[in-house]
C-alpha cells in the first residue's frame, strides 16, 4: 500500500514539474526582446517608426490631418505592428492626409510635430510600408528640445541615427540642423545624386557617398559622428568612414525631419520617411547592426 502512494506522489510531482516547465515554455518562448528597442533605450534622444518598435509603449505611432474637414486622429498600430492602415483608410475616405505629429516611442516624449497647416507633409497609406513626404517648399516636422540638436546629440558632436527612406534627388536638407557652415544635417540626396553628412563645422573632407542608383528606392541608412571620426551606412555596408578634423555643431536650433532647421530656407527635402532612430552617442557596432538587420527585414529591404 505504501509503495503505492509513493508511486502515485511521484506521478503527481513529476506532472506538475512538466506542466510548469510548459507553461514557463510558453510565457517566455524566447530571450530575445519582441521589439528591438526593447533593451535598446540607453542613451537614445527619439524613437520615430511607422511600427511599434517597444513592446511597453502604449501610445499612438502619429496623429493626422484630413484634409476635407481639418480634423485630427491618432493611429494605433494593426497585427501586424504596423501603423493601422485600414483604420487610416476608413477614417480618410478619398482625402488626402498630413501628419501632424509623429509620436516618439523612448519614453522621452521628443514628438516631431506641424501644427502649421500647410506645412505639413503628406501622409501615403501604402500597406507595405506607410510613409511621409514634404512637397520640397516648406514641410517638416520639428522636434522641440530646450537647447535643440544639442540636447539629441553629445553637446553638438556624437550621435547615431539609424533610419530606413528612400531618396530623392533634390539640393535638400534631409534632416537636422543647419546656419552656413555650423550643421549637424544629412543630403539625402543633393541635387549631383550623391548623400552628404555633415555632423560639424562644414566641410570635412570624407563626408559623402554617390547614391543615384538608389533614387526612389527604399532603403536602410546609418549616420554616425564619433568623437574622432565620421561614419555612413548604407544597408549594412560601411560606405565611408574617416577622420574629422572640423570642429563642434555650436548651433540651438531644434531638429527637424524634412529639412535642416537653420538659415536654409529654400532647401526643404522630398525625402520618403519610414523609419528614424536617434542616440546621443555612438552606440556599438553591435547595437546598430541589430537595429540594422532587424530593420531591413521587418521592412522587406
Known amino acids: 500500500m505504501m509503495k503505492k502512494i509513493f508511486i502515485t506522489f511521484l506521478f503527481v510531482v513529476f506532472t506538475h514539474t512538466i506542466y510548469a516547465k510548459i507553461a514557463q515554455y510558453n510565457h517566455f518562448p524566447t530571450l530575445q526582446p519582441s521589439h528591438i528597442l526593447d533593451e535598446e533605450l540607453t542613451d537614445i534622444s527619439f524613437a520615430f517608426s511607422m511600427r511599434v518598435l517597444v513592446s511597453d509603449y502604449d501610445g499612438s505611432l502619429i496623429r493626422l490631418r484630413r484634409e476635407s474637414d481639418g480634423v485630427e486622429k491618432d493611429f494605433g498600430w494593426g497585427d501586424n505592428d504596423i501603423v493601422d492602415i485600414d483604420a487610416i483608410n476608413t477614417w480618410r475616405g478619398i482625402s488626402n492626409v498630413y501628419v501632424h505629429t509623429w509620436y516618439d516611442q523612448s519614453g ?40 535643440g540638436i544639442q540636447d539629441v546629440t553629445k553637446s553638438g558632436v556624437e550621435g547615431t541615427i539609424i533610419t530606413i527612406m528612400t531618396a530623392t534627388q ?59 571620426k565620421t561614419i555612413a551606412r548604407q544597408a549594412g555596408v560601411e560606405k565611408f568612414n574617416g577622420t574629422y578634423n572640423n570642429g563642434r555643431c ?48 521587418f521592412w522587406g529591404l
Open 108 to 147: 522621452l516624449g521628443r514628438d516631431a510635430v506641424q501644427t502649421t497647416q500647410n506645412r505639413q507633409p503628406r501622409f501615403y497609406s501604402n500597406t507595405t510600408r506607410p510613409y511621409f513626404q514634404g512637397d520640397g517648399n516648406n514641410d517638416y516636422l520639428v522636434i522641440d528640445t530646450p537647447n
Open 170 to 228: 533634390k539640393s535638400q536638407h534631409s534632416f537636422g540642423v543647419l546656419t552656413d557652415s555650423d550643421r549637424w544635417s544629412t543630403h539625402i540626396n543633393w541635387s549631383n545624386n550623391n548623400v552628404y553628412f555633415d555632423p560639424g563645422i562644414c566641410c570635412n573632407n570624407i563626408r559623402s557617398f554617390e547614391n543615384g542608383a538608389n533614387v526612389g528606392v527604399w532603403n536602410q541608412y546609418t549616420f554616425i559622428r564619433t568623437n574622432s
Open 250 to 297: 555650436s548651433r540651438t536650433e531644434d531638429f527637424t525631419i524634412g529639412w535642416a532647421n537653420g538659415n536654409q530656407v529654400n532647401h526643404h527635402a522630398t525625402t520618403l520617411f519610414l523609419e528614424m532612430i536617434m542616440y546621443k552617442v555612438d552606440i556599438h557596432a553591435t547595437n546598430y547592426t541589430e537595429i540594422e538587420t532587424n530593420s531591413m527585414i
